[in-house]
């Protein structure tokens, strides 16, 4: 997709700088690429500390049987 933008000639030549692009088309791409992936990994690390991910307890996991990766249901 095409798109006009005005962007700071300093902060473009470090974005070039950092990518290591030596076109700004493809320096913007990939700068923009590694937000949406250090946003997503932000939103993940959030969820994780808020615990929306149900992982068995340490001592759970070591009473497991290592040939089922599946944890056995236990009572809450």
Partial sequence: ?????DVDEAIL?????????????PALAKALV???????AQEFGRLIREGAFDYPSPSLVAEM????????????
């Fill in 65 to 76: 049987d290592p040939t089922n990766p599946v944890p056995p249901l236990t009572a809450d």
């Fill in 34 to 40: 590694e937000f949406v992936h250090r946003r997503r």
């Fill in 1 to 5: 997709m095409r798109i006009s933008v």
């Fill in 13 to 25: 030549a470090e974005v070039m700088a950092l990518t290591g692009e030596s076109q700004k088309s």
